[in-house]
């Protein structure tokens, strides 16, 4: 069963995209603001949060589970 978190893109146009919590390696601060999430090995993606919100997410929820159930 996957578990995921939803987080915000940057855009235009911002998006909601949710973030398998399996496939995340590391949290750091993004360019300028916000944080980058390091997926596999030169992966990165921006999103708005700051890390210690997304640090909090990945620690607290709320998650979105996929599987039975």
Do not use: C, W
Not at 7 to 30: F, H, S, W, Y
Not at 39 to 64: A, K
């Amino acid at each position: 069963m996957a578990v995921f978190i939803a987080l915000k893109r940057p855009g235009p146009p911002a998006k909601e995209v949710l973030v398998n919590l399996d496939q995340i390696l590391m949290v750091q601060q993004g360019q300028g603001s916000g944080s980058a999430i390091l997926f596999g090995r030169e992966h990165s993606v921006n999103f708005e949060e700051d890390v210690p919100t997304v640090i909090r997410r990945i620690q607290t929820g709320p998650y979105i589970r996929t599987g039975p159930g």
